[in-house]
């Protein structure tokens, strides 16, 4: 067993939540844009395809973390590729960790941003933004799955009541016909939220912190299945209201569809609610892959403790999240063009490999 530097344990509930909150959290603010442009009104079979290619990445996650008990993936790396080979593999893992949570905290902030505050600068955000999570992983993994447990009911329940409150709005002609869409438009639809559901690749740091890893396999693959009931509710909304054509050109479709809630004259003007849903999430998000890289940082050099490293990586990750991408727009494209290749390698590719190389050497052995 590798050295311990985060003390926190968390149990079965604290673990399906914060799951869940990791990949739902970016999934409902761009995916659903993004996948209607391709798949049109079939776009909510895509994230069929997608939860079925995620339950596949889980169980390869998952079997190649448990045959190396009490370590993370840091840690046995060097076991699996050699010393040298090893650490240079755990730091690229390093580098997407940085690289993601960047990422969350970018998108987060242009959008509140660019529909909500244009004359703010978004470097304010930006550096706000970096002090909550930099705070919440300092205060360790438990509390971060406490803060998911009080934020994922809340989101869940105010994303139904949106749901049954725009159903005045919502045309079933919309979602006709039903598999209309090409394979072709199909896969490529599947990409960018199979990038999300492979976002489950952490579990490869936090496994060695659950109070009960027995059951990790049903726990994770309900988690997906949850984010699928979420992402679903939230793509089949939009597309009931605005149909294909204009779903797949706003931006931010679910909080389109918001605007459109009006009884009475009395419910309306709820855009709060999917900021509230996006910020708390959001939050948990990348504060989870923030902790993720310096925990993995301080392994790799092996330090006993990861919280000197909070600052330098957070003065990284507001930089990255503020010089990688010059506007919203181009964002977007990288996270629906250039982002699943780029994170279907670090989340299936190479962790399908590791496990090959440990079945061959587990079989040399014998």
């Not at 509390?143 to 005045?168: E, H, M």
């Not at 396999?217 to 997906?224: C, G, Q, S």
């Not at 459109?260 to 609610?273: Q, S, T, V, Y």
Request: charge should be neutral.
């Amino acid at each position: 067993m590798g050295k311990i530097l985060e003390g926190g344990k968390i149990d079965a509930r604290q673990t399906l939540y914060l799951l869940v909150t990791m990949i739902y959290a970016t999934l409902i603010l761009f995916v659903p844009q993004n996948t209607v442009a391709h798949a049109q009104q079939d776009a909510w079979l895509s994230f069929l395809v997608a939860f079925a290619g995620g339950v596949l990445i889980s169980l390869v996650v998952i079997n190649l973390s448990l045959r190396f008990p009490g370590q993370t993936l840091f840690e046995y790396l060097p076991r699996i590729l050699g010393r040298f080979p090893g650490k240079i593999i755990g730091f690229f893992y390093v580098w997407l960790f940085i690289h993601l949570c960047a990422l969350v905290d970018r998108e987060y902030c242009s959008t509140i941003v660019a529909a909500f505050m244009p004359e703010t600068p978004l470097v304010v955000f930006l550096i706000h933004g970096t002090i909550m999570f930099a705070y919440l992983a300092y205060s360790g993994l438990e509390v971060l799955a406490r803060l998911s447990q009080l934020f994922l009911p809340l989101n869940a329940g105010l994303l139904t009541i949106l749901f049954v409150l725009a159903t005045p709005e919502m045309k079933v002609v919309n979602i006709l016909p039903v598999f209309d869409t090409s394979l072709l438009s199909l896969a490529k639809s599947t990409l960018t939220p199979l990038s999300w559901f492979g976002e489950i690749i952490t579990l490869a740091v936090i496994i060695p912190y659950l109070a009960e890893q027995k059951n990790v396999y049903r726990l994770t693959i309900k988690a997906l299945f949850f984010v699928l009931v979420l992402i679903e509710l939230s793509t089949v909304g939009v597309l009931l209201i605005f149909g294909p054509a204009l779903t797949g050109s706003y931006l931010f479709p679910v909080l389109n569809g918001t605007k459109m809630i009006n009884i009475a004259n009395f419910f309306e003007r709820l855009e709060i609610i999917p900021i509230v849903i996006w910020i708390t999430s959001g939050t948990v998000k990348a504060t989870l892959f923030f902790w993720a890289a310096t925990l993995g940082s301080a392994q790799l050099l092996g330090l006993k403790d990861y919280h000197p490293l909070i600052l330098p990586l957070a003065v990284i990750v507001t930089s990255l999240s503020y010089l990688l991408h010059p506007n919203i727009i181009d964002l977007l494209n990288f996270l629906t063009e250039d982002f699943p290749f780029y994170a279907l390698t670090f989340e299936f590719l190479i962790p399908f490999l590791l496990l090959i190389i440990v079945l061959i050497k587990e079989t040399g052995k014998k």
